[in-house]
Each structure stands twice: as C-alpha cells, then as structure tokens.
C-alpha cells in the first residue's frame, strides 16, 4: 500500500512530532506490561549486609592507673580479632600492665591537648580530653564499612551481640545519638535529661561521629566551661541538630548497695550495658566482683537475647508465682501476682545521694517486704548449659528466706526448694514485642526442685 506522501518530505519538526508519538506509544506499552518484564534478567538489587561486628567500632576512655583493677570488666566482653575499637589511656601504660594483654582492646595514649587548654582555659580538661576522644577513634577507625561508633568508659560491660542487633533496626547512613538516661532523678536534673550517660555508653550513627569530629575544636571552645564531659557531648550533638534516642536497655546504674532488685525486673529491652558495677555490691552473692562479671557473662555468651529479661509463671496447684530473670535469678511468691506488679524492681538498692527525697528513681519499684505472702524466696544464677531441647540454666537458694509460710500457700512448702531449672529454646529472641511466658513442668527432688519452660505466649493470653 502507498502512503499518500513521503516520510523523507516531511519537514523536520513533523519528524520530531512522529518520533514522539512512536516512543510515547513504545513507552505506554511497556509500562502496561508485568513488573517481572520492566526488569532486565541481569539486574541483580544491591543488598546491604546486616550490621555485624565489623561495622561498629568502640571508642573507650580510660585512665592508666584505673585500668590495673578495671581491665576486667572491657576483658569479660571483648572479643579479640572480632571486636574492633581503641581504648584511650591518658598515658602510656606502665608496670605489671606491659607487655600488654591480648585479651584487652588495642591501646593508644589520648592526644595531648595542653595548648588547647591553655588557649580556652577550659574548667574540667578531663572532661574535654573524653569529648575529645570521639574526633581520636573516629581518626583512628575511618573506613567504608562503618556504621556506628560506640563510647565507654574502662568499665563499662556491653552486650556486644544483642548491640548489633538493636542497630541494625536503625538506618545507619541517618544521624542517630543513642543513650541512657540515670537511674536516679536528681543526676538528671542536674545534668540533663536529654544526654547519653557515658558511662553506660552512647552510640552515634557514624555519619553524626564524624560531623562531630569535623566541628569537635569549635565545639570544645565553645563549652570550654561546662563541666561534664556527657553535657559538652549533648551539646555540642544538638548544635548540629539532634537529640538523644533513648534506650532502656543503657544502664548507667547510679545505684548503690544490693543492685539485685534491679537486675531482677529488667524493662522489656535488649540489655546492652551495664556501668558502674565497682560501686555497688557484688551482683552475685558468695562472689567477688570480678568472678560475678565471670559468671554474668556466662550466660550472656550462650544467649544475650535473653539476658535478664523477666519471664513470669504460675503453679496455681501451689498459689505460687515464680518470676525468671534469665541469666541472673528466679523468684518464688507464695501467692499469685500479676505481672504488672512483678515488673516494678524490688527496691533492694539505695539512691546515688543518699540525702534525697522520693521521688528517687526513673521508674516504679516495689518496697522490700518482711511479709510472708510478699516476700520472695530468692534463687541465683549458677550455671548454663546447652542441652538437646535448647538451653538450661539452673539457679540456687541464696539464702533461707527465714519467714514463715504465706496463709495463702497449699501444702507444697518453697522452703525446701533447693534450685530451679528453666528451659528456654534454641533460637534467640529475635522480636520484643512482647515478654516471653513459661510454666511450670515439674516438681521435681522429693519437692526440692522446680522444672520451668519457656515458651512464647500464646495469642490473647493473660499473665495473672
């Protein structure tokens, strides 16, 4: 068939107009199609790995002298050849701390900031020595996989893997300040209540650590006199525009005394630090505080996920509530309470200034109690193995609870109860949404012994 003209006769602005209606009507052709056929079958989507060990750093600051008695709190943690970070001494190490360990972090001797000091008569240069050292790892550490960069003291414990876990629900590239509050009211009052403790640690996005350590001189001149090295931190991130992201899993502990009250109701968070632990007493009775570091971290290297995160169960044949926190301890109640009233700490430790007035803490607590229905029987972690059906941990008595039985109890009597096995399964935690349930599957010993599992909670169900 003839056309009734000729393409070539066509001027050049009809040409164009042809050309576009021909690639406009190719076009809507294409976009009609499947997805599956937009795509070239040698298209492969960029997939970003998890974030694992190699993508955080950590950045701790320490003293020599300190670290002859606190190297074995960073030792119970760090993993050498895996974990990657600097610890930043104010000088170089001397006496039995050479040859240096293995087992510890890598060392450097923090950079001398004498003239700087003079120039801005700084109030506290140990404090801006510390901020100082978030610019020094992030000079120390720069390369492309990095993501996150985390801040310490030299005896600061982290949970390393439940860490990672919680970062990798964030989107690294964004700028992101992590932190704990204080436990005790007044420190945050008289600090801040939007700072990161450092002791308990703070994480920063590492596209925030390193547009702080761009503007870090600027930043030290201008709050040369504040006196806290967390406050200068705080500020010097909100002049750039960002504001803490807390989390409750940063424990700063400003407490005093028996912290066992407090381990034993942890929030429903991943635990991911734990400070401060020279100041109270040994978290594990008949221990030492370095053998109780031991023991802690027994269990959290068979199983972080779960690191004292509080499971509760009833053995209603018995009127009795047993409360789990696994890795740490087990409670036994001689009447059924819900888990709304088990979650609040027993109020076993003191307030950091021991002169305040209630309110003391960030959080409810329960007073300790000499009432037999109200009184926990305690039992303590003493050992994890891995068994066919997943983990088991066992707990012992404490002590005597020295009171007499609760009217409310059967004739099953807890006092004879020697230890307490708990079950829990093989994977890891993965989701906290919601706290584990467990129950109570056997009596084991002659009465001397209760069995517990735990188990995921079943949809709709109630724990009272």
Known sequence: MAFPFSVLSLGA?????????????T?????????DYNKSKFYVPVVEPRTNFNHVIFGLLGSEKAWHDRKHYIES???????????????????DLMPWSDTSPPYRVSDDLTKFLQETNARAPIMIR???GIMEVVREMCDANLR????????????????????????HRKYYYLGGHSEFIMTNYWFSFNQGFGGAGFILSYPLAKALANDMESCLRRYAQLSSADTITMSCIADIGVNLSPHKGIHQIDLRGDLSGFLSSHPKSPLLSLHHLHTVKPIFQGLDRHQSIRLLMEAAMTDQSRMLQQTICYHKQSNWSLSISWGYSAHIYEQIMPRSHLQKPLETFKPWSVRSSRPLYMFNTR???????????????????????????????????????????SQYKPDLISHITVLSPPTKRKEMDRCEC???????????????KLRECGMNEVIA
Do not use: Q
């Not at 602005?13 to 009507?25: D, H, V, Y």
């Not at 970070?85 to 104010?90: E, H, K, T």
């Not at 599957?441 to 517990?452: A, C, Y």
């Open 367 to 409: 007073l300790s109690s000499n009432d037999s229905c109200h009184a926990p029987h305690v039992f303590i972690f003493e050992k994890v193995d891995k068994v066919s059906m997943g983990t088991l941990t066992t707990y012992t008595r404490a002590s005597p609870r020295g009171l007499p039985p609760c009217s409310l109890t």
């Open 27 to 35: 076009y809507l052709i294409f976009v009609s199609l499947p997805n």
């Open 148 to 171: 996150w960069v985390v801040m310490g003291d030299d005896d600061s414990v982290f949970f390393v893997e439940n860490m990672i876990d919680v970062l990798g629900g964030f989107d």
């Open 13 to 25: 602005r009809n040409m164009c107009k042809l050309l576009f209606i021909f690639g406009l009507f």
């Open 438 to 452: 467990c129950d109570v599957v056997g009596m084991g010993g002659s009465g001397t012994s209760v069995e517990v």
């Open 130 to 132: 510390m901020v100082h």
């Open 77 to 95: 943690w760090w993993r050498p050849n895996v974990t990657r970070g600097v610890l930043y001494l104010d000088k170089a190490p001397t006496g």
